[in-house]
Structures are given as structure tokens and as C-alpha cells.
């Protein structure tokens, strides 16, 4: 589903906010616009910062709803993860879809053997284990590595970093490289100093093709705000039969926290190239 698809996309963007020194911006908002075709809207997508506990361990919580309506097909998605606040390690990570299907699926974290269980909603409404994944200490789930990761991303251009994130059953290693930096306008928000970010698998098998991050396109354009690392735009092709339909994704409100207010810059700026 391709609300699915982008809401996993901006996760792992979202993994390149924050300083290191940071915690997290409890209580942070974001509103994103979702386009077809460059101008039709479809949908919108909302995330927040916020606290809560699993399983009684104190937690920071990373929460997304999704929600598109096609007029013959309606998808309300709900994300969420738990990352301890001892540990800074995932611990829970789920996806329920409502409208027009009814779809779940999670991800318990087994630190004690080092290994994610994954399980899946059935057709009786019942969660089944699917498959267990081996895992290292440097993977989070796909959503909660997002806001985790966020604060070691470098931004100066040609610098690179990599992530580990687990969405089902694989283990994504990618590389993710500022390949642009220049002023960036965000209609409605501000204007930035911005960076184009180039995402590239590193663990594919020779006989692997990749498609781009959960089956999107790989030609992904995206932009982040250099001083805090956030996503401001996102613009990709999603396979929809034989089709590659164009989607973009704009921010179109950021509320804020003390100690993590974005850096605006004038409008002259858009004349000058940042380096």
C-alpha cells in the first residue's frame, strides 16, 4: 500500500535529526502533505514525539497516522515504536491499517538473545508469530531508528552515514549521502539551508536488485533542513501495476520545542548558492 510505503520512507529520513548531544524533542509535531502526479492531494501524514512505557520500562514513543482517501479505497494508518529511555533500544514497534482493509503487523524486540519477532494480524483478527531475525545492537526498528539515528547524520556535502533498521524480517544497512546543499524554499514554512540526501543499500546479495526503500522508486529525491536534519520534501515514483505513478511528500506545518527551532534563513538567500 502506497501510504505504507511513504510513511517507512519518511522514518528512515527522520533518522537524521538531532545533534548528538540531544534528547528527544518530546512533544514535536509534524503535518505533510502527500501529492499524485506532482499536484493532485491524497492524503496526509502527521507524526509526534511524545512518552509512554511497554511492558512497565519507561519509554519515548515515536506515533504517525496516515490517512488517504481514493474514493473507492480509504487507508487509515496508524505507526507507532517504543524505544527505552534506559537503553535507547527498540522495544516495540507496530502498524494497524483500518477503512477499506484491515491490516497489522508488529515487532517485539528480545534483546536478552538478540533477536525480532515478527508477527502478523490473520484473517480471524489474531496476531501470529510470522519469523524470528537474528539482530546486532546497532538495529532499531525502521520508525524508531528514524528519530534515534536523527542526531548522527553529517551534513556537509559528500559526507556520509549509514543506519541499520529492521522493518519485517530484513535488515537494512544503508548509506545515506549529501550529494547537494543549497537554499530551499518550503511554501507556507520558511526557507532553508537544505541538503539532497542519496540513500544506497550496502548488504544486497549480488543476485538483489534495489528498488528503493519498501519497493519505491530508487531515483528518491529528498531534502532535509541542515540545522536540525529534517525532512522538508520528498519526491519518489511508486510501481502501481505497470505504472510508476510520481508522489511527493511537503511539510506544510512544524511545531517545535525549545532547543530544537529551525534556523530560517532571508529570502535573499535563495539567490546565493550555500557550499
Known amino acids: 500500500m502506497t501510504f505504507i510505503r511513504l510513511i517507512f520512507l519518511i522514518s528512515v529520513i527522520f533518522a537524521f535529526s538531532l545533534s548528538a548531544e540531544s534528547k528527544y524533542p518530546v512533544d514535536e ?30 519509554t519515548y514513543q515515536f506515533r504517525a497516522r496516515c490517512y488517504g482517501d481514493y474514493k473507492v479505497y480509504v487507508a487509515d494508518v496508524r505507526v507507532s515504536s517504543d524505544i527505552s ?5 527498540s522495544l516495540f514497534h507496530s502498524i494497524e491499517q483500518y477503512g477499506s482493509q484491515r491490516k497489522g503487523r508488529r515487532l ?17 483478527g489474531q496476531y501470529r508469530l510470522g519469523s524470528v531475525t537474528p539482530i546486532t545492537p546497532d538495529v532499531w526498528d525502521v520508525f524508531g531508528c528514524a528519530f534515534r539515528a536523527r542526531r548522527f547524520l553529517k551534513t556537509e556535502l559528500g559526507a ?10 530484513k535488515v537494512l544497512h544503508l548509506r545515506c549521502t549529501v550529494v547537494e546543499r543549497r537554499p530551499f524554499e518550503v511554501k507556507g514554512v520558511g526557507i532553508f539551508d537544505a541538503a539532497r540526501i ?11 536488485i534495489f528498488k528503493g526503500l519498501l519497493n519505491l522508486d530508487k531515483d528518491i ?11 522538508l520534501f520528498i519526491s519518489t515514483k511508486v510501481p502501481f501495476g505497470f505504472v510508476k ?29 550555500i557550499r
Open 245 to 273: 505513478p510520481s508522489i511527493k511528500l511537503v511539510m506544510k506545518k512544524w511545531d517545535t520545542v525549545p532547543g530544537f527551532e529551525p534556523k530560517f534563513l532571508p529570502r535573499s538567500a535563495l539567490q546565493t548558492k
Open 29 to 58: 509535531k509534524f503535518e505533510f502533505q502527500a501529492y499524485a502526479l506532482g499536484f493532485i492531494p491524497i492524503g496526509k501524514v502527521w507524526m509526534d514525539v511524545t512518552t509512554g512505557s511497554f511492558k512497565n520500562i519507561p
Open 108 to 124: 517485539l524486540f528480545d534483546w536478552e538473545n538478540n533477536k525480532a519477532n515478527y508477527y502478523r494480524l490473520d484473517t480471524n
Open 221 to 231: 529525491v529528498l531534502w532535509i533542513d541542515v540545522s536540525t536534519k529534517t525532512p
Open 198 to 208: 542519496k540513500i544506497s543499500p550496502i548488504n544486497l546479495k549480488p543476485e538483489e
Open 85 to 89: 529511555k534506559k537503553t535507547d533500544k
Open 160 to 169: 556520509s552515514t549509514e543506519i541499520k533498521c529492521i522493518e519485517k524480517t
